[in-house]
């Protein structure tokens, strides 16, 4: 049994910052390539941003202002968004890379002034 549970979204203005933590349960965490994904209303779910044993990718409308890290001890990955805008308005989601780990119910990340 593998459970992933998202955590600190909230509502920020444009050009404020969010630190989103996703906890991952189940063995051999460190084994997968891990990753954000976000979907608004209307949208496809898309990539955000993977990390793997190697380094870090990011989809081109985040790179340079988020950042993905994790901790393996903690069995946890981050996301750590700055200048943010609002299209950045979406739920966000973890998983591994591919997505083979049922979805958690995400975190709501609502950029507005």
């Known amino acids: 049994q593998v459970q992933l549970v998202e955590s600190g979204g909230g509502l920020v203005q444009p050009g404020g910052s969010l630190r989103l933590s996703c906890a991952a349960s189940?063995?051999?965490?460190?084994?997968?390539?891990m990753a954000w994904y976000r979907q608004a209303p209307g949208n496809e779910r898309e990539l955000v941003a993977s990390?793997?044993?190697?380094?870090?990718n990011y989809a081109d409308f985040v790179k340079g202002r988020f950042t993905i890290s994790r901790d393996n001890a903690k069995n946890t990955v981050y996301l750590q968004m700055n200048s943010l805008k609002p299209e950045d308005t979406a739920v966000y989601y973890c998983?591994?890379?591919?997505?083979?780990?049922?979805w958690g119910r995400g975190t709501q990340v609502t950029v507005s002034s």
């Open positions: 998983n591994t890379l591919p997505a083979i780990v049922f």
């Open positions: 189940g063995s051999m965490f460190s084994s997968y390539v």
């Open positions: 990390i793997n044993s190697r380094g870090t």
